[in-house]
Structure formats: C-alpha cells, structure tokens
C-alpha cells in the first residue's frame, strides 16, 4: 500500500524567500502525482498535476519535480509571499488507489 | 471554470438522524468521490463512483452510503450519524482518462463541516 510523506510538518519564512516543500512515496508504479493547496476551513484546490512520464511541471511562482526512481516530488515556490500562506499536500496516484500526505503547513511572514 | 459544489458548508445535526450531503459538478466528469478529513488522520476516501449508478467503497465506508443517480451529482448518505462522524467532508471530481480506471487530476469542493451532536 502506497505511503505518502511530507516533511516538515510546518515551515515559517520571511517573505520573498524561496522555499522546497518536500514529497516522498513507497511505491514508484504512479500514474501520476499532484500538489494542492488548502486554505483553513477549506477543500483542496490543485496546483499541480505531474503525468509518471513526466519530470516537472510550472505553473507562474510554483515548479513540481517528479523522481520516480527515488520515490520523491518536490515542490519550489519562488519569492514568496504572504498570500502563500496554506497548508500544501502532496497525492500519488496508483491507478486506482490515490494516497494523500499529511500536509505541510506554509506560513509567509511579511 | 472547473466547479464543485457542495451544497451545505456548516451542518449540525442530532445523533441518530439521516444526513445528506450533497455535491454537484459542472466539467461532465465521470469520476466522482467522497473524502472525510480528520486532523492527524488526514484525507480518506469514503466512496467513489466513476460512471452514473456506479459506486466502489473506499478505505472506510462503514456508515455511510452513496448515490450517483445523475452523472453530475453524487450524494453522500449517513443512514444514522454517530459522533464519531463529526469531520470535514469533502467531495471531489475528475475526469476519466481512459486506458483503466484512475484517478486523473482531482477538483474538490470547498467541504462540508459537519458536526453530530
């Protein structure tokens, strides 16, 4: 059974800096995995989709990587900001069988 | 836009009775779920549904029904909550990509809090 894990739990940074949130996973057979956003109170809102066959994808400030051999995806948001503030999961999908990580919860400070 | 809505976002309701969330979306997707999420338990997958009348159980369906009997909305169903069903429930969709049931890129709702007294 497929294992996701995000660490760390919790990451504050002073605003503009550039940060790495971390992804990793058991089972490399994935059909693909996505990042999301989660404000508080709120459903997920997806960033990124990554395909198995593919290495990264970029979306404005956010740019997802994808190793499948080691098992990890990470996921770099440039000069951040205040309004980056959420908890950011990451889910691997097995085809079938989607597992999500716990979540790393993201605070910009201004 | 892509769009999932999820017809209660507060709910409070009395040990013993029937609940029903609702969860309509409006990209013709043929997947559709149900998840409940919990502080350290995180996000489980209650049921899914991936064509119109079709419905497979996911990592804890005790409790809880489904019924998907238009393709665009699926209805979670608490035959008589508990509250141990006290969560944030949340729907999501995704279109089928073809070559074998998966997930695809998933789009959620912005929940349903629900509290059982």
């Known amino acids: 059974k497929q294992e996701v894990t995000q660490i760390p739990a919790a990451l504050s940074v002073p605003e503009g800096e550039n940060l790495v949130l971390n992804c990793s996973f058991t089972?490399?057979?994935?059909?693909?995995l996505q990042w999301f956003r989660q404000d508080p109170g709120k459903g997920l809102t997806s960033l990124l989709l990554i395909q198995s066959s593919q290495r990264e994808q970029t979306s404005g400030r956010l740019n997802a990587s994808l190793d499948k051999s080691s098992g990890r995806s990470t996921l770099y948001i440039a000069a951040s900001q205040p309004g980056d503030s959420a908890t950011y999961l990451c889910a691997a999908d097995n085809n079938n069988d989607m597992r999500f990580g716990a979540g790393t919860r993201l605070t910009v400070k201004p | 836009d892509v769009k999932v809505t999820q017809s209660s976002r507060y709910l409070v309701k009395r040990t013993g009775e029937k609940v029903f969330l609702e969860c309509v979306q409006d990209m013709d997707h043929e997947n559709m779920f149900w998840y409940r999420q919990d502080p350290g338990l995180g996000l489980r997958l209650i049921y899914f549904s991936y064509d119109v009348k079709m419905k497979e159980k996911g990592d804890i369906p005790e409790g809880y029904s489904v019924s998907r009997e238009k393709k665009e909305r699926f209805s979670l169903i608490l035959e008589s909550a508990s509250t141990n069903q006290t969560s944030m429930y949340l729907c999501?969709?995704?279109?089928?990509?073809?070559?074998?049931?998966?997930?695809?890129?998933?789009?959620f709702g912005e929940g349903s809090r629900l509290t059982v007294l």
């Open positions: 999501a969709s995704s279109l089928y990509s073809g070559g074998g049931w998966n997930t695809g890129e998933l789009f």
């Open positions: 089972d490399s057979a994935i059909y693909n």
